[in-house]
Each structure stands twice: as structure tokens, then as C-alpha cells.
């Protein structure tokens, strides 16, 4: 719609045909490139006039771009993540920031479980071996991976995506222990999980699982020294935030046999250049971060990020807000 009375909303990156026509009476839109790892410029140039941004997580809504924008009524995020977003320097403005938390909670445990499984049962390097005719018979010792009945799962970080993993190993037999930041707000009713302090969980578990946001106190909580002191028998399993895993201290602990190997979806640096030496080690199985890699998921996350952005250009709370204190000012 180009009626030039509506407000202005820049959409960092262009999304299948259809996730934004909520949008389309309430706003005018300029949107971005589809594989954009920064604002494109064309939309840097709006940013006087913006009245809504429309972010992916890949885009930093940091002081630089937000003194650009003397218009700006609202962030919304299509995330349930928003590390990339100066959540103060949002507040500071009275500017609401929304994610899109739930509806990405049964994708990514999904990931989880699958990636964990992979690991643990070197699917990628088997499927590799088939196709590449490694496969010369059946094989009593080819291929042996770990078992998850009976094995520990910890889980750091029991949060929607935290229980939801939870669950999940659950059925696979998994015995689970947890550590969480704020034990007291884990709902795990139904859950046969033990809370246990961060210590134990490292050094206990058989796979360690990540499910907290990143922020100044989660920034390399795994890292050489906690490496150290994970079982050399263990996996690690990270669905978060790359930087929560000091990447140098994870390469030395693969190549060392500190721990018996890794599954990521996120990486830091992400993406990983292509010649990272992560990528070159057989015990480190690596995905794009696709968590939310679903058509369902994602077109529901973009629904929730256009609910967002309509109530902030409208002036009404945002029904997924991660600054509620905006409010109070
Ligand atoms: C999020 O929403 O924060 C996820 O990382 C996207 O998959």
C-alpha cells in the first residue's frame, strides 16, 4: 500500500510471499535484501523516517543505528532471542522491544534432540561413509556411537525450550539434571528433572545442553575451564547463542579429547567462515542455525513480530514485550 499517511516500517530482510500481509493496512514498508547480515543501505537511508523497524536477529539495533532514528515507536524482533538488540538503549528512547517467544519452543527442542542424536550416533559420519563406499560390510565395531537410555542429560537453562528438551529425552530414557540461573521460576511440574548446582551438572552429565540467552553473565560460560572438567566421554550440545561457548576453548577441547565431541546449530563467529577449523574436525557436527527451521514456525514467528509491530505503530503495549518497563516511564 503506498498511502503515504501511513507510518513507515523498514523490514530488514525479505520474507516468503504472505508472512507480512497483516501489515499492509497499518504501514508503509521498505523492505531489505533476503540474506542480510547487516541493514542494507538503501534502508540505512530510511531510518530518519522509520516509525517501526522489523529485525532478524542477524541485524545490531545498537546506539549507531537507533540515533539515526528520531521517529522510531518500535522494535519488534522476529527472535525470541534480542541479544542483538541494545535493550537499554531501546528503554533509555521509550522505544518497546518485541520478540516472538512459544511458538519456536517445540522446533527447536525438536533440533535439539535430533542434533544430539546425530552426535551421538555419528549419522553424518556414517551417511558419509555409505555414499562414499566406506561401507564394506556389516561391521560388529563400525560406526558405535553412544546410547541415550540411561545416559545424563544437563540441561542449562530450564526455560520453554530447557523443559521442552526435558521432555523430550525424557521419552528417550535420559535421567535429567538441570541448572538454571533462577531455579525458583522453573516450572517442570511433570518433569522427572533434578536441579542441581552448575558444577555438578559439568561434571555429571554424558550431554550438556544450552538453552539460555546470551548476555553479559552467559557470555563463554563454557569455556577451557569448564571444558576441563566435563567427562572426556561427554557431548556437547549448543541450540542457544554461539558465544556462550568460547569457540578457541571448544577447538582445543575437541582436538584434546577434553570431551568426546559437539553439536551446534550456533556458532561464534556465525555464520562460521568456511575454512573454520571447527569444520575440520570429525567430532564437531555443525548446522546453520535452524533451530526454528520449520514453515510452521518460522510463518508463526513472523506473525507474532507483525502483532508487535502493528501494537507499538498504534501505540498500545506490545503482547510480546521484553521491556515492559517501558511502560512505566
Ligand atoms: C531465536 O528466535 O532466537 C532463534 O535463535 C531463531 O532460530
Known amino acids: 500500500m503506498n498511502n503515504s499517511s501511513l507510518p513507515l516500517v523498514l523490514v530488514s530482510h525479505t520474507l516468503p510471499d504472505g508472512w507480512l500481509d497483516n501489515l499492509e493496512n497499518h504501514c508503509r514498508m521498505v523492505i531489505g535484501p533476503k540474506d542480510a ?41 522476529m527472535a525470541v532471542g534480542y541479544d ?19 511458538v519456536l519452543t517445540d522446533g527447536t527442542a525438536d533440533l535439539t534432540m535430533a542434533i544430539m542424536l546425530a552426535a551421538a550416533r555419528r549419522i553424518i559420519e556414517a551417511n558419509l561413509d555409505a555414499r562414499q563406499g566406506r561401507w564394506k560390510t556389516w561391521s560388529p565395531t563400525g ?45 517442570a511440574e511433570g518433569l522427572k528433572a533434578k536441579h542441581v548446582p552448575l558444577e555438578t551438572l559439568i561434571k555429571d552429565s554424558d550431554f550438556i545442553s544450552l538453552h539460555i540467552p546470551l548476555t553479559p553473565e552467559t557470555y563463554h560460560l563454557i569455556n577451557e575451564d569448564t571444558l576441563k572438567r566435563i567427562k572426556p566421554t561427554s557431548l556437547l550440545i549448543n541450540t542457544s547463542r554461539g558465544p556462550i561457548v568460547d569457540s578457541n576453548a571448544l577447538i582445543k577441547a575437541l582436538e584434546g579429547g ?41 510463518r508463526q514467528m513472523a506473525e507474532r513480530a507483525c502483532e ?19 511502560y512505566n516511564s
Open 143 to 187: 560406526w558405535l556411537g553412544k546410547d541415550l537410555r540411561g545416559a545424563t542429560l544437563g540441561i542449562i537453562g530450564m526455560g520453554q525450550i530447557g523443559s521442552a528438551v526435558a521432555e523430550r529425552a525424557t521419552g528417550f530414557g535420559m535421567k535429567i539434571i538441570f541448572s538454571d540461573p533462577n531455579p525458583d521460576l522453573v516450572k
Open 84 to 102: 542483538n538488540v541494545d535493550l537499554d538503549a531501546c528503554t533509555q528512547r521509550g522505544i518497546p522491544v518485541g520478540n516472538t517467544p512459544g
Open 308 to 326: 508487535n509491530l502493528i501494537a507499538g505503530l498504534k501505540g498500545r503495549q506490545l503482547p510480546y514485550c521484553v521491556n515492559p518497563e517501558v
Open 37 to 77: 547480515n547487516e541493514l542494507s543501505t538503501e534502508l540505512e537511508n530510511f531510518l530518519p523516517e522509520a516509525e517501526g523497524l522489523f529485525t532478524l536477529l542477524t541485524i545490531n539495533v545498537n546506539e549507531a543505528l537507533l540515533s539515526k532514528t528520531p521517529k522510531l515507536k518500535v522494535v519488534s524482533n
Open 258 to 298: 577434553w570431551i568426546a565431541g559437539a553439536a551446534l546449530d550456533v556458532t561464534d563467529p556465525e555464520p562460521l567462515p568456511q575454512y573454520h577449523r571447527l569444520f575440520e574436525l570429525p567430532n564437531c557436527l555443525i548446522v546453520p542455525h535452524i533451530g526454528s527451521a520449520t514453515w510452521n514456525t518460522r
